[in-house]
């Protein structure tokens, strides 16, 4: 989980070398199989909508989500906030350059217009706002995986070659984070906000 940022916080971007050896036939050798390739991920560009969302800040390793998560759908029971979609995760520090007890991230739940009467009453480190509608470059976390670091490496590289520009943070919504599951154990959509990078004027 520590490389998840430094992707983009350093405009990383990642090139296969493929190494080939040859083996010197001769007319009894027989070739030995071939290991498969794992297929690249599938990055595709989605339309994010426009929500509210209720939200709290936590402080601490990104593997020791999960209850956090938790607890912040359990707030919007007692509230009377009825989530409209899975938890989403914005990573707000570069986890390379603070000890894990530091990370931050922003956990999200979409929730509905009527949240909003909520704003300014829950606390120092939680709270419910609007967000923009906004396109993102997506790829796929499949439970299971505890690091995602090669998804990310995978998608800053789609990004930059497909003429799109990353214009905040990455983020990831996880199915399963309401009954307090693990990173690890979570299906997770990454997403990167991007726009189309404007074309180069030539004189």
Not at 98 to 126: C, D, N, Y
Not at 160 to 173: A, F, H, K, V, W
């Amino acid at each position: 989980m520590s490389k998840r940022w430094m992707a983009y916080a350093a405009g990383i971007v990642v090139g296969a070398v493929l190494v080939t050896a040859r083996l010197i036939a001769q007319p009894s050798a027989v070739k030995p199989a071939q290991t498969p390739t794992a297929p690249a991920p599938e990055v595709s560009v989605v339309k994010v909508p426009a929500q509210v969302v209720l939200y709290t800040i936590y402080r601490g390793d990104y593997a020791q989500v999960g209850p956090a998560i938790g607890k912040l759908f359990a707030l919007a029971g007692q509230k009377g906030l009825m989530p409209r979609g899975p938890a989403a995760m914005t990573y707000l520090n570069n986890p390379q350059l603070v000890s894990k007890e530091h990370w931050l991230t922003e956990i999200r739940i979409p929730v509905g217009e009527e949240a909003l009467s909520q704003a300014g009453k829950l606390g120092e480190m939680t709270d419910v706002k609007r967000l923009p509608a906004l396109e993102a470059a997506r790829v796929t976390k499949a439970a299971g995986v505890a690091d995602p670091a090669p998804l990310y490496e995978a998608l800053d590289t789609w990004v930059s070659r497909n003429g799109y520009l990353g214009i905040d943070g990455p983020m990831e919504i996880c199915e399963g984070g309401a009954t307090g599951q693990s990173y690890a154990q979570m299906q997770c959509q990454i997403l990167l906000p991007v726009k189309k990078a404007a074309a180069e004027k030539r004189d």
